[in-house]
């Protein structure tokens, strides 16, 4: 298994992000309509991020099994679900402005500087295979009707189109569901330290 932590997560311009969550740990407490509310989008979430990082097989093929055969980019709607399953904890007006700041800043700002760049480099390294598979397969929003051939380039073995916990590992999976599994354990933790 690989080593969960992953040292690009340390980054300094990733510090904003961790003072929030600190700030929001300090000061705010989720509820237990919190919890509630948000176990379907963490799981949903990891659910698809798991099942995408154990199919995907960076720069060495155009991975079009499991959740790609429904959409580009699994891990990042993974991401976004999980996003806002932390939001949707915080009931209430500190919810809604999470979700107005997430949301807006992913659909606007991230999510089309990431397509953008990725696409440029698999359209490079496969062509018109790459460029029909956008044409049919949705970015986020899963269609649930399959293409006939849809299957993965560079590796022709059926073996190659399973999930498999080595693709899982190599992707660093279980780091992000050490993350987000370490961030609930304090999350609920805070609901008992809340005052009364």
């Known amino acids: 298994m690989r080593n969960p ?7 300094v311009r990733f ?7 600190v700030g929001l740990l300090a000061f705010f407490s989720p509820s237990p309509l919190g919890f509630a509310l948000s176990v ?13 990082a154990g199919h995907l097989v960076k720069n060495d093929a155009l991975i079009m099994t499991g959740p790609y055969a429904y ?6 709607a993974g991401t976004i679900l999980i996003a806002t399953g932390f939001a949707v904890l915080f009931v209430g007006w500190l919810g809604l402005a999470l ?7 992913f659909a606007f700002r991230y999510f089309p500087r990431k397509e953008s760049s990725e696409g440029a480099r698999l359209e490079a390294l496969y062509g018109y295979e790459f460029a029909s598979y956008r044409e049919a397969v ?3 929003w899963p269609r649930w009707g399959r293409r006939k051939a849809l299957g993965s380039t560079g590796h022709d073995s059926d073996e190659n ?4 916990l080595h693709r899982y590992s190599e992707n660093n999976e279980l780091g992000t569901l050490i993350a987000v599994i370490g961030a609930l354990c304090l999350l609920w933790f ?4 809340a005052p009364a």
Do not use: C, D, E, M
């Open 5 to 11: 932590i992953r040292l690009k997560n340390l980054n």
């Open 138 to 140: 949705p970015a986020l």
């Open 71 to 76: 959409l580009r980019h699994p891990l990042y």
């Open 161 to 164: 189109r399973q999930w498999t």
């Open 99 to 105: 979700v107005a700041g997430i949301w807006p800043w």
């Open 190 to 193: 805070r609901v008992g330290w």
């Open 40 to 52: 379907p989008f963490f799981l949903v979430g990891l659910g698809l991020r798991s099942w995408g």
């Open 15 to 21: 510090l904003p992000f961790y003072v929030a969550g």
